[in-house]
């Protein structure tokens, strides 16, 4: 639950194309994303069932991540939670990115504004990340709504800064001011110069947020805040599976959690890969 | 694949420090009251407040024995309790305890806006040092179960810090008390009950998990485990099953469907459930004893009434079950036949189905519904098992079938479940029974002017030969099953003859912890 | 340098004179969204022992029937007083259990902060000094890994091996069972301490592996470095003298403000091992619905990020006094 990972020196240019870089992490990210959310639909009906024949099984053919303490097959368990997971985390992160945009760019609205959006950031960065979450998903009375609406309120800082000083810099630009002494509306101005230079940013700024959405929405659900315990989650999972830990079934933890790892690790590379394509990542920080 | 857990064992035991000088208990069941020790605001709801004693207590067979009181008697209009006291009990400060410390904290705790009810207290006094009485504002016979759970405080030294630091003429006194760790008590020099066999009694808290974790390096010698973990006793360790109330069955909406509507919004009443017959038939087809091996594992026993064996349950009330043919004759006789050949019946076009809600996450509901369901189709009636979250079913059980659980030592759960005035309010009566018959039984058993003589009017409420709420007369719920609780006892530690057990698992084990005895060298 | 820190305070005391009033106005209105019921959430398992008419006794008892307007204003006066209101779940004073549970969890993150500082700042120096070649690459993939995994994760993996695998560690709380604190020993407790540490240091240790990886890189790669190295001085001892000057101070300025993040971990990592310290009071008070400790518990972890920035601050000054002339 840590903090974004501040970027790496890119390493000479002859030895790795940051852009085709960019290009591999974004398939394999995407591609485990992919898999997740196609194969968890297809699990047989009753493979989340409760069988009271297999309880508490370790890996073996039939159950090849073994079964917990009332059947369950890990296996199966852990692609719904993930697909679960992955669900809520693109939604969460979907609205944080929004919340974002709209704030970095009503923030170049005068200076007002901009103090508003600065005041509003200097309160969400103000409690630790996760004591924040809890808050705001507490007022929301827990569930899925609370986990999206609290992650959507907790991410946007960065994102939202990179904007306000991306549309800043575009719109003293000096073709921006050319564009304007023509003629061209706002409007035209926004869709031809605005657009082109900021979807970008945006599509890298998602990305940047997402695995952080999946790992924060997997602690709230820990803890009791988050997804509600009859859905399967990641977060859920973990937590029941505590007790069958002490017992020494390590194989009910161990899945979940590497399952989450590998996708957060995905996009965390993904999302590092683009942000080095996108510029020098002092300037935007 | 890590190493066996035996070498686990070993290896941790060899790490840990040799107590073996004085005799002590470690408990790990859980039940850390946050807000501290204080009867006032409610500490002791299960008859043990440990630091404190009460003026009277259940004994094994849930009989009202005196505790501090040597003698009690309730005035002919029920409303006033009038209670002698023993004269040799002593707080643990050396202090004696009078009627005066009785009527402070009745009094203290009817004004806290705490945990404990006592709403239909108008006043306590101090006859002289040794007799107190309470002034009800209405006849209220489940007050019993007040005289029986409030533990009483020393006015004189009473004041805000006492939850943390307190003081009472119970069996233990507190030596410490590390907040969401552990509870470390002695007993009490000055106790009015006998001796204790152990020289410090040692509750940890944290999690249920911490606890098994300790079981297995022989560092607790009692521990709360989950039905699921019960069976797995580690070694030195016996498995301990105590019977409860801790009941689970299916509530019934009792009224038909009439576009009435909570104030939530949310609607009330099923034309199916309504119809009496449909609710006996699944009183009489019901396998308990397959529900009990089926989603208890055996550890369980059938449940037929809210309170079976206590003393206000009324067995004469309960239909055995396990008699499908009976169900059908039933349901054929009502006008349910399955006309249209698909295995469910109809009447006048409706179908005998339902869903039954049970909250997803908890695995002993959803297989008692599962399993309730397969029972039912056999005999044409189709019960839809539906798991959904608590806030779901706090929208649809005014509506709909619902694996609910109750179970307490206290016989106004009757009351509040069955009597028309708690129609609809929170999750006692969902169903919103209402019937004069049945309310005149339960106002008439609060009314009693004696507890024992309360009995029969509890009992009549449920079946009193032409009417009741249990099964034989309108069968407001099909209860199923009643719970264990489930601990892991060191094969050293005799914990003696247990109650059957309230809705609560851990604390009331302790009930008796006085008596307990360590049968190993 | 006498006169930045003066200089300093004064700006960030003001910053803090309008974020908290704003930040308890603005976390009084969060909490007073919230739709759960704090008295059924107080009554919990009791339903059947406390009669609607006691319901109401207790939600008048926390004031609750009053409008959420003189609610603010009464919690406000307090909080002017530097009262924080009453605890429900604790039944007590917010002030008071806040006090009792802060010295376990700062033990956690004291000790946390410190591991991950110290391991976080020589495995960046190890990764810099070694750039491209394997001890880089697996340095840098085990921070990368480690910040993609969920801290409770890793604290569950821990027990599992340490504690029920090989036995040589407790799976739990915060001293052994049936002692008391007069009893327990140093060797004790630190015993206790071990895993829950661990998994807070591995939380915080990513950001800070990279980023001194990449000042020393920037280092090495500077006219100073080249001149030293041209002088026969070994990537190695270059990283660890003069490059380890030069990377501390922006990596404690950088772990000090992330340390904020350090408390966010300890919620889970205490959740985990049963840890009686205020990562624990946070859950029960949520879960429990205890407007007031939660209020309490947000204005505490706030002054602590903002201590932790202002260190930083100070920190970044001192290693840097360029910056000093900017406030």
């Given at each position: 639950?840590?903090?974004?990972?501040?970027?790496?020196?890119?390493?000479?240019?002859?030895?790795?194309?940051?852009?085709?870089?960019?290009?591999?992490?974004?398939?394999?990210?995407?591609?485990?994303?992919?898999?997740?959310?196609?194969?968890?639909?297809?699990?047989?009906?009753?493979?989340?069932?409760?069988?009271?024949?297999?309880?508490?099984?370790?890996?073996?053919?039939?159950?090849?991540?073994?079964?917990?303490?009332?059947?369950?097959?890990?296996?199966?368990?852990?692609?719904?939670?993930?697909?679960?997971?992955?669900?809520?985390?693109?939604?969460?992160?979907?609205?944080?990115?929004?919340?974002?945009?709209?704030?970095?760019?009503?923030?170049?609205?005068?200076?007002?504004?901009?103090?508003v959006?600065?005041v509003l950031?200097e309160l969400a960065?103000g409690l630790?990340?996760?004591v924040l979450?809890i808050m705001i998903a507490f007022a929301m009375g827990?569930?899925?709504?609370g986990?999206?609406v609290a992650?959507?309120l907790?991410?946007?800082?960065?994102?939202?800064?990179?904007?306000?000083?991306?549309?800043?810099?575009?719109?003293?630009?000096?073709?921006?001011?050319?564009?304007?002494?023509?003629?061209?509306?706002?409007?035209?101005?926004?869709?031809?110069?605005?657009?082109?230079?900021?979807?970008?940013?945006?599509?890298?700024?998602?990305?940047?947020?997402?695995?952080?959405?999946?790992?924060?929405?997997?602690?709230?659900?820990?803890?009791?805040?988050?997804?509600?315990?009859?859905?399967?989650?990641?977060?859920?999972?973990?937590?029941?599976?505590?007790?069958?830990?002490?017992?020494?079934?390590?194989?009910?933890?161990?899945?979940?959690?590497?399952?989450?790892?590998?996708?957060?690790?995905?996009?965390?590379?993904?999302?590092?890969?683009?942000?080095?394509?996108?510029?020098?990542?002092?300037?935007?920080? | 694949?890590?190493?066996?857990?035996?070498?686990?064992?070993?290896?941790?035991?060899?790490?840990?420090?040799?107590?073996?000088?004085?005799?002590?208990?470690?408990?790990?069941?859980?039940?850390?009251?946050?807000?501290?020790?204080?009867?006032?605001?409610?500490?002791?709801?299960?008859?043990?407040?440990?630091?404190?004693?009460?003026?009277?207590?259940?004994?094994?067979?849930?009989?009202?024995?005196?505790?501090?009181?040597?003698?009690?008697?309730?005035?002919?209009?029920?409303?006033?309790?009038?209670?002698?006291?023993?004269?040799?009990?002593?707080?643990?400060?050396?202090?004696?305890?009078?009627?005066?410390?009785?009527?402070?904290?009745?009094?203290?705790?009817?004004?806290?806006g705490?945990?404990?009810?006592?709403?239909?207290?108008?006043?306590?006094?101090?006859?002289?040092?040794?007799?107190?009485?309470?002034?009800?504002?209405?006849?209220?016979?489940?007050?019993?179960?007040?005289?029986?759970?409030?533990?009483?405080?020393?006015?004189?030294?009473?004041?805000?810090?006492?939850?943390?630091?307190?003081?009472?003429?119970?069996?233990?006194?507190?030596?410490?008390?590390?907040?969401?760790?552990?509870?470390?008590?002695?007993?009490?020099?000055?106790?009015?009950?006998?001796?204790?066999?152990?020289?410090?009694?040692?509750?940890?808290?944290?999690?249920?998990?911490?606890?098994?974790?300790?079981?297995?390096?022989?560092?607790?010698?009692?521990?709360?485990?989950?039905?699921?973990?019960?069976?797995?006793?580690?070694?030195?360790?016996?498995?301990?099953?105590?019977?409860?109330?801790?009941?689970?069955?299916?509530?019934?909406?009792?009224?038909?469907?009439?576009?009435?509507?909570?104030?939530?919004?949310?609607?009330?009443?099923?034309?199916?459930?309504?119809?009496?017959?449909?609710?006996?038939?699944?009183?009489?087809?019901?396998?308990?004893?397959?529900?009990?091996?089926?989603?208890?594992?055996?550890?369980?026993?059938?449940?037929?009434?809210?309170?079976?064996?206590?003393?206000?349950?009324?067995?004469?009330?309960?239909?055995?079950?396990?008699?499908?043919?009976?169900?059908?004759?039933?349901?054929?006789?009502?006008?349910?036949?399955?006309?249209?050949?698909?295995?469910?019946?109809?009447?006048?076009?409706?179908?005998?189905?339902?869903?039954?809600?049970?909250?997803?996450?908890?695995?002993?509901?959803?297989?008692?519904?599962?399993?309730?369901?397969?029972?039912?189709?056999?005999?044409?009636?189709?019960?839809?098992?539906?798991?959904?979250?608590?806030?779901?079913?706090?929208?649809?059980?005014?509506?709909?079938?619902?694996?609910?659980?109750?179970?307490?030592?206290?016989?106004?759960?009757?009351?509040?479940?069955?009597?028309?005035?708690?129609?609809?309010?929170?999750?006692?009566?969902?169903?919103?029974?209402?019937?004069?018959?049945?309310?005149?039984?339960?106002?008439?058993?609060?009314?009693?002017?004696?507890?024992?003589?309360?009995?029969?009017?509890?009992?009549?409420?449920?079946?009193?030969?032409?009417?009741?709420?249990?099964?034989?007369?309108?069968?407001?719920?099909?209860?199923?099953?009643?719970?264990?609780?489930?601990?892991?006892?060191?094969?050293?530690?005799?914990?003696?003859?247990?109650?059957?057990?309230?809705?609560?698992?851990?604390?009331?084990?302790?009930?008796?912890?006085?008596?307990?005895?360590?049968?190993?060298? | 340098?006498?006169?930045?820190?003066?200089?300093?305070?004064?700006?960030?005391?003001?910053r803090l004179g309008w974020l908290l009033p704003l930040a308890a106005a603005g976390l009084f209105a969060l909490i007073s969204l919230a739709p759960i019921d704090p008295v059924q959430a107080y009554?919990?398992?009791?339903?059947?022992?406390?009669?609607?008419?006691?319901r109401d006794a207790i939600a008048a008892a926390w004031g609750l029937d009053r409008p959420a307007a003189e609610r603010f204003a009464s919690w406000l006066g307090q909080l002017a007083r530097g009262d924080l209101g009453q605890s429900i779940t604790f039944n007590a004073p917010v002030m008071q259990v806040i006090?009792?549970?802060?010295?376990?969890?700062?033990?956690?993150?004291?000790?946390?902060?410190?591991?991950?500082?110290?391991?976080?700042?020589?495995?960046?120096?190890?990764?810099?000094?070694?750039?491209?070649?394997?001890?880089?690459?697996?340095?840098?993939?085990?921070?990368?890994?480690?910040?993609?995994?969920?801290?409770?994760?890793?604290?569950?993996?821990?027990?599992?091996?340490?504690?029920?695998?090989?036995?040589?560690?407790?799976?739990?709380?915060?001293?052994?069972?049936?002692?008391?604190?007069?009893?327990?020993?140093?060797?004790?407790?630190?015993?206790?301490?071990?895993?829950?540490?661990?998994?807070?240091?591995?939380?915080?240790?990513?950001?800070?592996?990279?980023?001194?990886?990449?000042?020393?890189?920037?280092?090495?790669?500077?006219?100073?470095?080249?001149?030293?190295?041209?002088?026969?001085?070994?990537?190695?001892?270059?990283?660890?003298?003069?490059?380890?000057?030069?990377?501390?101070?922006?990596?404690?300025?950088?772990?000090?403000?992330?340390?904020?993040?350090?408390?966010?971990?300890?919620?889970?990592?205490?959740?985990?091992?049963?840890?009686?310290?205020?990562?624990?009071a946070t859950?029960?008070a949520a879960?429990g619905a205890d407007a007031p400790l939660l209020m309490g518990i947000g204005l505490a972890t706030l002054l602590?990020?903002f201590?932790?920035?202002?260190?930083?601050?100070?920190?970044?000054?001192?290693?840097?006094?360029?910056?000093?002339?900017?406030?």
């Amino acid at each position: 639950m840590s903090g974004a990972v501040d970027p790496t020196l890119p390493l000479p240019a002859r030895r790795r194309n940051p852009r085709r870089r960019a290009t591999r992490h974004g398939v394999v990210a995407l591609a485990l994303l992919g898999a997740v959310l196609l194969a968890a639909p297809l699990l047989p009906e009753g493979a989340l069932s409760i069988d009271r024949a297999a309880r508490a099984l370790p890996p073996d053919p039939a159950h090849p991540i073994g079964t917990d303490m009332l059947g369950r097959d890990i296996a199966a368990r852990t692609l719904a939670a993930l697909a679960k997971s992955v669900q809520v985390g693109l939604l969460a992160a979907g609205a944080s990115t929004l919340v974002a945009v709209v704030l970095g760019l009503a923030a170049t609205f005068g200076r007002a504004a901009d103090h508003v959006v600065g005041v509003l950031t200097e309160l969400a960065l103000g409690l630790p990340h996760f004591v924040l979450l809890i808050m705001i998903a507490f007022a929301m009375g827990g569930g899925t709504t609370g986990v999206v609406v609290a992650v959507a309120l907790t991410h946007w800082p960065r994102l939202s800064r990179i904007m306000r000083h991306e549309a800043q810099g575009i719109a003293t630009s000096d073709y921006v001011a050319i564009s304007r002494a023509l003629g061209r509306s706002r409007l035209w101005v926004a869709r031809h110069h605005l657009a082109p230079h900021l979807v970008p940013q945006i599509i890298a700024g998602f990305i940047v947020i997402f695995p952080h959405a999946i790992l924060h929405e997997a602690g709230l659900s820990f803890i009791g805040l988050g997804i509600e315990p009859h859905l399967p989650s990641i977060g859920v999972m973990m937590s029941e599976s505590l007790r069958e830990i002490m017992a020494g079934h390590w194989w009910v933890a161990a899945a979940p959690g590497l399952g989450l790892m590998l996708i957060a690790l995905a996009f965390e590379r993904f999302g590092e890969a683009l942000r080095q394509l996108s510029g020098p990542p002092g300037a935007t920080t | 694949m890590l190493r066996p857990l035996s070498t686990a064992v070993v290896a941790l035991s060899l790490l840990l420090p040799a107590q073996s000088e004085a005799r002590s208990l470690v408990l790990a069941i859980g039940g850390e009251p946050d807000g501290g020790f204080d009867p006032v605001m409610g500490w002791g709801h299960y008859g043990n407040p440990l630091f404190q004693s009460t003026l009277l207590r259940y004994d094994a067979e849930l009989n009202l024995v005196g505790d501090l009181a040597t003698d009690w008697s309730l005035s002919d209009d029920g409303l006033v309790w009038r209670l002698s006291l023993r004269e040799d009990a002593m707080f643990s400060d050396g202090t004696p305890l009078t009627a005066e410390d009785v009527a402070f904290t009745y009094t203290a705790a009817s004004e806290a806006g705490g945990l404990a009810d006592l709403t239909v207290l108008s006043e306590a006094r101090a006859l002289d040092n040794a007799t107190v009485e309470l002034q009800l504002s209405e006849p209220r016979i489940t007050f019993v179960s007040r005289l029986a759970t409030l533990g009483i405080v020393p006015a004189a030294s009473y004041d805000e810090g006492y939850a943390r630091q307190p003081v009472g003429s119970g069996p233990f006194q507190m030596v410490e008390w590390r907040e969401g760790e552990q509870l470390v008590v002695e007993p009490n020099p000055h106790w009015h009950g006998g001796e204790i066999a152990f020289e410090r009694v040692s509750f940890v808290f944290g999690s249920e998990e911490a606890g098994q974790a300790l079981a297995r390096t022989g560092a607790a010698d009692l521990v709360g485990v989950p039905p699921s973990m019960a069976d797995a006793a580690p070694p030195g360790m016996k498995v301990l099953h105590v019977e409860t109330v801790d009941n689970r069955g299916l509530a019934f909406p009792m009224r038909p469907r009439a576009g009435e509507t909570t104030e939530a919004g949310t609607p009330i009443g099923n034309d199916v459930t309504a119809d009496r017959a449909i609710r006996v038939a699944i009183n009489q087809a019901l396998d308990r004893g397959a529900l009990v091996a089926l989603a208890l594992n055996g550890h369980g026993r059938p449940a037929f009434g809210p309170a079976d064996g206590l003393p206000w349950d009324n067995p004469e009330a309960a239909i055995p079950g396990n008699d499908p043919a009976a169900a059908m004759a039933t349901l054929e006789a009502a006008g349910w036949t399955d006309s249209d050949g698909d295995g469910i019946r109809e009447k006048e076009g409706l179908k005998a189905a339902f869903q039954v809600l049970y909250p997803a996450s908890d695995s002993t509901r959803q297989a008692l519904a599962l399993g309730a369901s397969e029972q039912l189709r056999e005999i044409g009636i189709d019960a839809q098992p539906t798991g959904s979250s608590w806030d779901e079913i706090g929208a649809l059980m005014h509506s709909q079938v619902v694996v609910l659980g109750w179970g307490a030592h206290d016989p106004s759960e009757i009351y509040y479940l069955h009597h028309g005035d708690y129609a609809g309010v929170d999750y006692y009566n969902t169903g919103h029974y209402a019937k004069p018959a049945v309310d005149a039984h339960l106002d008439a058993a609060e009314a009693a002017t004696g507890f024992d003589e309360s009995l029969a009017e509890w009992q009549a409420a449920a079946w009193d030969g032409e009417t009741g709420f249990g099964p034989k007369g309108d069968a407001t719920w099909a209860w199923m099953v009643n719970l264990e609780h489930a601990y892991w006892v060191s094969s050293c530690l005799d914990v003696g003859p247990l109650q059957i057990h309230p809705h609560g698992h851990g604390f009331p084990i302790t009930h008796d912890l006085p008596s307990w005895r360590w049968t190993c060298e | 340098m006498s006169a930045w820190l003066p200089a300093l305070l004064a700006g960030r005391m003001i910053r803090l004179g309008w974020l908290l009033p704003l930040a308890a106005a603005g976390l009084f209105a969060l909490i007073s969204l919230a739709p759960i019921d704090p008295v059924q959430a107080y009554v919990g398992g009791r339903t059947s022992q406390i009669g609607p008419e006691q319901r109401d006794a207790i939600a008048a008892a926390w004031g609750l029937d009053r409008p959420a307007a003189e609610r603010f204003a009464s919690w406000l006066g307090q909080l002017a007083r530097g009262d924080l209101g009453q605890s429900i779940t604790f039944n007590a004073p917010v002030m008071q259990v806040i006090a009792a549970r802060l010295p376990a969890s700062m033990a956690l993150v004291g000790l946390a902060f410190a591991l991950s500082f110290v391991l976080g700042t020589l495995l960046g120096l190890a990764a810099g000094a070694t750039r491209g070649r394997w001890p880089d690459r697996v340095i840098r993939t085990i921070a990368v890994v480690l910040a993609a995994s969920p801290g409770f994760w890793v604290a569950i993996l821990l027990v599992a091996v340490f504690a029920v695998g090989l036995g040589w560690l407790p799976a739990c709380c915060a001293t052994p069972p049936g002692q008391l604190a007069s009893e327990v020993t140093p060797a004790d407790s630190l015993r206790h301490m071990v895993l829950p540490v661990a998994t807070l240091s591995v939380v915080g240790i990513a950001p800070l592996v990279l980023h001194t990886r990449q000042s020393l890189i920037a280092f090495l790669d500077s006219p100073a470095a080249r001149h030293l190295s041209a002088h026969g001085a070994s990537p190695l001892r270059l990283a660890f003298g003069p490059g380890l000057r030069h990377a501390a101070g922006v990596a404690l300025t950088l772990h000090l403000a992330s340390a904020g993040e350090l408390f966010g971990g300890s919620v889970l990592a205490e959740t985990v091992f049963a840890w009686p310290g205020l990562g624990q009071a946070t859950v029960r008070a949520a879960t429990g619905a205890d407007a007031p400790l939660l209020m309490g518990i947000g204005l505490a972890t706030l002054l602590f990020v903002f201590a932790g920035n202002l260190l930083a601050d100070i920190a970044a000054r001192l290693a840097d006094p360029r910056l000093r002339r900017v406030a």
